[in-house]
């Protein structure tokens, strides 16, 4: 059983393979018996909405713009009613894919990383993050991930960087990071 409820985030470029960790490492926590939920972002609200609208090319927004959607959604992802804050305070660990590294990396080059930073200092920091690295360091997007994760580990967040490459062993190498915060 865990010690407290957590905030645990999964990221990866690659949305399969982000897919699959999520979903693994859930049902590696209730067979060890830690209560706890799966979500996500962009949320499947409003907001969220406009956000994937944008992240598939159907919705042309300013990337300032873009990246104050990103906020919004997260407050109410964090904030509403049966929201990821509300989960924690009912002792439900959480097991988000895809917050703040996915939409830092998504606007690296598009906004100041420093107001990015700024505009997101009401936005819950996970206890860990858990990047699934894709393998191709030389990937413009990769490229964006690991600047985004260099970033965000300056202002204090636990991003741990798992080698993607081989997913069964990303896998055991998740859950046991994981072990170290929750048992």
Not at 1 to 17: I, N, P, Y
Not at 49 to 65: C, S, T
Not at 91 to 96: F, K, Q, V, Y
């Amino acid at each position: 059983m865990s010690k407290q409820a957590k905030f645990l985030v999964v990221e990866s470029a690659d949305a399969g393979a982000l897919e699959d960790l999520a979903e693994g490492l859930y049902r590696w926590l209730h067979e060890k018996g830690v209560p706890a939920e799966r979500t996500g972002e962009p949320t499947r609200g409003p907001v969220g909405a406009l956000v994937r609208l944008a992240d598939q090319g159907r919705l042309r927004v300013d990337p300032a713009a873009l990246a104050l959607l990103h906020v919004a959604d997260r407050l109410d992802h964090l904030n509403a009613p049966g929201g990821i804050q509300a989960a924690l305070e009912e002792g439900r660990t959480l097991l988000c894919a895809g917050y703040m590294l996915a939409s830092l990396a998504s606007l690296w080059g598009e906004v100041d990383p420093a107001w990015w930073a700024q505009i997101h200092a009401r936005c819950r920091v996970p206890d860990l993050t858990l990047y699934l690295e894709g393998g191709d360091p030389s990937s413009v997007r990769e490229a964006k991930y690991a600047q985004a994760v260099e970033r965000l580990r300056a202002l204090g967040h636990e991003i741990a960087v798992v080698d993607g490459t081989r997913p069964g062993e990303a896998l055991a190498r998740c859950r046991a990071r994981v072990s170290q915060i929750l048992f």
